[in-house]
């Protein structure tokens, strides 16, 4: 397999070089975010070993760009960094794991063989219908290219349907999935958060995406 090692210490990059040839990879180094962008959009590799603090462009926004242009490469990604939040926006964006350093060389390989044997699978964070755009990573909900504010209730429920455009969902099958258990709210609360959604997306736009299925539930498409 070939891969691509992103590390701007050059001591480190050489261990892991070294390491993952002696277990039978190729190896290709990048030392800075401008390069390393450039090698990971025009080499197939099989994975690509990522820090994320760089000079130029820094690793996250390597793997954003990378996601955005359609690499399902596995990326792993090596920092010093160890905050949840740094973890979460990471995988968020589309990374296959995580490993906080200092690390053990044998934990690596381990996990580098592990991402590898995932089959490939066109990462996005980002699901749309029509015009209508939602991105998980960044919270943030388009439609015509006009940002549109949500409640964390009401965009969970419009990823939710986004998840399932196409396909009926029904009231049961949305309170169990965007409530909890303990919810013990009024019975017709999926109908207000429809209706909320509604006029947020739909009321001012064209063409009407969300529709009601008579005695079914709710589908969330473009009508033909």
């Known amino acids: 397999m070939r891969i691509l090692v992103v590390e701007d210490d050059s001591k480190l990059a050489s261990v892991l070089r070294q390491g993952l ?8 180094l990048a030392g800075d975010g401008t390069a390393a962008l450039k090698l990971a959009l025009a080499t197939a590799y099989d994975a690509v070993l990522l820090d994320l603090m760089l000079p130029g462009r820094d690793g996250l926004d390597i793997l954003r760009e990378l996601r955005r242009q359609g690499k399902a490469v596995p990326v792993l990604i090596l920092t010093a960094r160890s905050s949840v939040d740094d973890r979460v926006l990471g995988l968020d ?37 029509a015009d209508l755009e939602l991105d998980t990573a960044r919270r ?18 419009l990823e939710y349907l986004l998840r399932k455009k ?33 006029r947020k997306i739909d009321q001012d736009f064209e063409p009407k995406l969300i529709h009601t299925v008579r005695g079914a539930g709710y589908v969330l498409r473009m009508e033909e």
């Open 21 to 28: 040839k002696e277990q039978g990879f190729a190896v290709d």
């Open 93 to 129: 964006l589309g990374a296959d794991d995580y490993l906080s350093k200092p690390f053990d060389l044998k934990e690596l390989i381990a996990r580098l063989r592990a991402i590898t044997r995932r089959p490939l699978v066109e990462p996005s964070t980002t699901l749309r219908v």
């Open 140 to 157: 943030e909900v388009r439609r015509g290219g006009t940002r549109i504010d949500l409640t964390a209730k009401e965009f969970m429920l």
């Open 166 to 198: 196409g396909m009926v969902v029904t009231r049961a099958m949305i309170l169990d999935h965007v409530w909890d258990m303990d919810y013990h709210g009024g019975s017709n609360l999926v109908e207000v958060y429809i209706n909320y959604l509604r």
